[in-house]
C-alpha cells in the first residue's frame, strides 16, 4: 500500500522557475526522504529530514516536514532543463525496520 | 564504490520460463531490497533481506523467489509469471536500521513477461 500522496502529479515550468513539490502521509514515521528518478532508471537519493527537523537545505533544494499535519515539500529553486525527472517522497514508517514506502511521484519537465 | 549493479539491463521471458535477475554492490551494506515498478508508478517493496535474512516480504506471489547468497548479492528468481509481471524491477541496499539512511539504487531490470 502506498503511504505517501503527492501533488501534483505533474508540473510543466520555465527553466530558471521554481518547482515545488508536496508529499502527504499517513503513519508515523522516523524520516522522510525524497529521490529522484530519470525516465526508466533507478531512484537516485537527494535529500533526508528527520522527523524532529523541520526544514532542511542541499544547494538548491529546500525541504519541509510538517509532522502535525503528516506532511513535506520540495523545493527546487533556479530549475534546469536537467532537472526533468520523477520526483518520489519515500518514509519509513516508525518500528517497521528497513522499508521504504513511496509516494504517488511527481512527474516534473522543465522547459528550456 | 558506490554503485549498485544490476543484470540484465532488460530481459525478454516466456510464461513457461525460468530467469534470474541479479543485483550486486560492494558498499558493505547489509540490507537489501527488491522492487517493483510499474509505468508512472512509483516503486513497491517485495522483499528485505537483512544481514543475508529475508526479513520482509510483502505478500509477494511464489513466482518470485528470491535468494540473498552473501552480503554483496542479491537475486531474484523467476518462474511462470504472468504478462502482469511486467515490470521494472529495482533493487537497492542500505545500512541496516531504521531506515536512518539512504538506499541506493540499480538501474533495474526491464522485464517483459511474453
Known amino acids: 500500500s502506498q503511504q505517501g500522496e503527492e501533488d501534483p502529479q505533474a508540473l510543466s515550468i520555465q527553466e530558471g522557475e521554481n518547482a515545488t513539490m508536496n508529499c502527504s502521509y499517513k503513519t508515523s514515521i522516523n524520516n522522510l526522504q525524497w529521490y529522484r528518478q530519470n525516465s526508466g532508471r533507478g531512484l537516485v537519493h537527494l535529500i533526508l529530514i528527520r522527523s524532529n527537523e523541520r526544514e532542511k537545505h542541499s544547494g538548491r533544494l529546500r525541504v519541509t516536514l510538517d509532522t502535525s499535519k503528516k506532511s513535506s515539500s520540495l523545493l527546487i529553486t533556479a530549475s534546469r532543463a536537467a532537472d526533468t525527472a520523477s520526483y518520489f517522497c519515500a518514509t519509513d514508517k516508525f518500528n517497521a525496520g528497513n522499508m521504504l514506502t513511496f509516494g504517488g511521484g511527481t512527474r516534473l519537465m522543465v522547459k528550456p | 564504490d558506490t554503485e549498485v549493479t544490476q543484470t540484465p539491463k532488460h530481459l525478454v521471458m516466456g510464461m513457461t520460463n525460468k530467469k534470474s535477475l541479479k543485483c550486486e554492490q560492494h558498499?558493505?551494506?547489509?540490507?537489501m531490497y527488491w522492487y517493483k515498478q510499474k509505468a508512472k508508478k512509483p516503486p513497491e517493496l517485495m522483499f528485505v533481506?537483512?544481514?543475508?535474512?529475508?526479513?520482509i516480504n510483502e505478500s509477494v506471489p511464489s513466482r518470485f523467489s528470491p535468494e540473498c547468497p552473501n552480503s554483496s548479492l542479491l537475486n531474484l528468481h523467476l518462474h511462470a509469471l504472468q504478462p502482469e509481471d511486467s515490470a521494472l524491477y529495482l533493487c537497492a541496499s542500505s545500512r541496516p536500521g531504521q531506515g536512518k539512511t539512504e538506499a541506493f539504487f540499480g538501474q533495474g531490470t526491464r522485464l517483459t513477461v511474453v
Open positions: 533481506y537483512s544481514y543475508e535474512k529475508l526479513s
Open positions: 558498499m558493505g551494506h547489509r540490507a
